[in-house]
C-alpha cells in the first residue's frame, strides 16, 4: 500500500503541475481577453483565433485544476453532517464517494470519450471558423487528461481515506 501511494504522490505533483500552469493560464485568458475587447471596440478588428484561444485557455484551466482542487478538498461539500463527524466517519464517507461515484463516472468519461477524441485526432480536427485554431483535438483531449488526473486523484483519496478509516484516525468530532 506504501508504494502504491508513493506512485500516487509523485502523479499528484504532477497534478500540482497542471494546476500551476492553470494558473498563468487564468492571468494569460484574462489579459487576451482584454487585448480582445481593446482591439474590437478600440480598432475595431478582431481575431477569430485568439477569441478561440480564450476558450482553449478557459478549457484548460476547468479541466487540468479540477483533480488538484479535489486534492486540496475544495470541491463542493454539503457540510451540514459532514464537519461534525468523527474522522473515521468522514474517512469511510470519502471512501465511499471516491469508490462509488467518483471513480466509476470519471471511468465512464474516459471510456465515452476515447474514441470521440481519438476521431478528432485522426481527422486532425480543426475550428470550423474561417481564420481559427486548427488544433480542436488538443482541445479535446483536455478530456481525456482530465479523466486521468480525477481518477489517480480518486484512486489516491480512497486510499488515504482507507488507510484513515482502518488506521488510529480519532474518533473524536473536527
Known sequence: MTALLSVLRVLERGNRVLFTLAAWACLLMALLGFAIVVARYGFSTGSI???ELVVYLHAFVL????????????HVRVDIFYSRWSARRRALVNLAGSLLLLLPVMLFVLLISWEYVGQAW????????????AAV??????ILLFALQMILQGVLQAALAWQSWRGNAEDAPA
Open 49 to 51: 483565433a485568439a477569441q
Open 63 to 74: 479541466l487540468c485544476a479540477a483533480a488538484t482542487t479535489l486534492a486540496a478538498d475544495g
Open 122 to 133: 485522426l481527422r486532425r480536427e480543426a475550428s470550423a471558423e474561417p481564420g481559427g485554431l
Open 137 to 142: 483535438y488538443l482541445l479535446k483531449s483536455l
